[in-house]
């Protein structure tokens, strides 16, 4: 199980602070959602485990070795990211597009092995891509492409998995079969971190929750330990009840009124 | 064999046959059979086959290529299809530099024109970079500072030659893009190409992920920073070599990449190759005709490829819009 450390981290374009001082472990082997408010920084945060933003101070490191350490190569092998936006490459197919997920793993070329070939079958399978495997990236609809990005997030076979808003452009069952997925991996050692915007769902899927509010870490811990109805009065600015859901026994929130200062 | 494989081959022997004709064509038809002879005689006093038509067809072949295969490691890089080393200042930038050697110094000797080709195209690259560094880094700023770069270069190289009339007949036959009285010695200079290929294709595995955006890319383990400037330098060298040789050919590493993109798709492992076949083909084809259309007199390959491509690109323009 791999260990991600944040200590002590300033993170911000130009001269905008986005995060202050954040120190925070993710639990290795578990499933941990981001939430809070629009601009908070959890996207910010994400991105920047992912080594996409670096930090204006303090220390990120896996498994103890510091980040600066590691090659881009050797950091794809470690950790995964699937962006909130991404561009339709033309012509590319959705094979295609799943065996990019072997990246950081095959030779300079590009080739694939046959350990490769089984990741990337693997993966289809899991998002049940096979029917659309030979069609083109560009044919498909938002969520068969969401799907295809998974697939080849999947395939990098990475121990972190950084996911930002996945749940987008999904309906709810391939929703729900998302989040099961996000369990799956986990079970399976994996640590997975996701940005959601959905509180009940994020109480109900991840194992952990990290709250953030501008640019600062207020809250973390097992979803029935963190959310409450005062929580989610300071962070959000709603006004709740917090009833255990009947299904999983997880909190949920039921939305009274947004008590929001409105000028 | 699957679909892009099989139209690779089919593109090499379109090259081929492109190839053979062009060696048949010209102010003298020869028959194929007589070709086929003479290419097998290696006769150093056979004017028509060994000594004009194979080394200009040579030439042909290899500077289309490498137009081409610069065309699409820039469109690549850039994720842009409109995107070309002409647009970029490159092939002008190689432009001036000819123009301005071939002015001052008028007996230099053919051997350093692809090496003052270079120093112009990669001095128009450096323009470009220094413009775009210090914000972070943007396809359409690129693209737009690369055409009016691209602009102002060329414009200097038109004031140059209207400014020194008595010299202009060299510098206009070298920068209109034309492979006539080309030879074995020009042969040796677009040699060098054959090493950048392996380079070049290199560049297919991070250019696949960049397609994939720049996030997307580096969480895959590419070397965002590395590949670019890898990429421009073996787009620079390519084009300046080409230019170096025959003169600056407009379009067809703009066209060259995109027809390819079409026959094989988005997977530079064939995307490339296929961009440099076409490439050479184009430029066999435009240099064919060139010389059979109105011979014995020649229209340069350089405005018979700016006549087909401008449409193109055009074409192209109003589909990108809708």
Known sequence: MSILQARQLDIGYGDTRIVQGLSFTPPAGKVTALIGPNGCGKSTLLKTFARILKPSAGELSLDGQAYASLSSRQLAQQIAFLPQVLPVPEGVSVRQLVAYGRSPHNSLWGRLSGSDQSHVSRAMQRLELEVLADRALADLSGGQRQRAWLAMVLAQNAPVVLLDEPTTYLDISHQVELLDLMGELAAEGKTVITVLHDINQACRYADHLAVMRSGKLVADGAPGAVISAELMRQVFDVQVQVINEPVSGTPMCIVEKSTRNHV | ?322
């Open chain 2, 1 to 322: 064999m699957s679909r892009p494989r099989l139209r690779l081959w089919v593109l090499l022997a379109l090259l081929l046959l492109a190839t053979f004709i062009s060696l048949s064509a010209g102010t003298l038809w020869l028959k194929p059979a007589t070709v086929l002879e003479r290419l097998l005689a290696h006769d150093a006093l056979d004017f028509e086959v060994w000594n004009h038509r194979l080394p200009r067809s040579l030439i042909a072949i290899l500077a289309g290529a490498a137009f081409g295969l610069a065309g699409a490691i820039v469109q690549g890089v850039i994720r842009n299809p409109l995107a070309s080393p002409e647009i970029l200042g490159v092939t002008q930038g190689a432009g001036l530099a000819l123009t301005v050697a071939i002015i001052s110094w008028p007996h230099l000797p053919i051997a350093w024109l692809p090496l003052v080709a270079c120093l112009g195209g990669a001095g128009g690259a450096l323009l470009l970079a220094l413009y775009n560094t210090g914000v972070s880094f943007s396809g359409v700023r690129f693209a737009l500072s690369g055409v009016a770069i691209a602009v102002t270069l060329s414009s200097v190289t038109e004031f140059l030659i209207l400014s020194h009339p008595l010299d202009i007949n060299t510098a206009l036959l070298a920068l209109t893009g034309s492979l006539w009285s080309r030879n074995w010695h020009h042969v040796a200079l677009v040699l060098p190409f054959l090493l950048l290929i392996p380079l070049g294709l290199c560049l297919a595995k991070p250019l696949n992920l960049i397609a994939l955006g720049d996030e997307a890319a580096h969480s895959l383990g590419t070397a965002l920073r590395r590949t670019r400037w890898l990429a421009m330098t073996c787009a620079v060298l390519l084009t300046s070599l080409g230019v170096g040789v025959i003169g600056p050919i407009g379009f067809i590493g703009l066209v060259a990449p995109h027809m390819a993109r079409r026959l094989v798709g988005g997977h530079h492992q064939w995307l490339l190759p296929a961009a440099m076949l076409i490439g050479a083909l184009l430029l066999v084809l435009a240099d064919t005709l060139g010389r059979t259309l109105i011979a014995p007199s020649e229209i340069p390959a350089g405005v018979l490829t700016a006549v087909i491509g401008a449409p193109y690109f055009l074409w192209l323009l109003a589909r990108f819009k809708g």
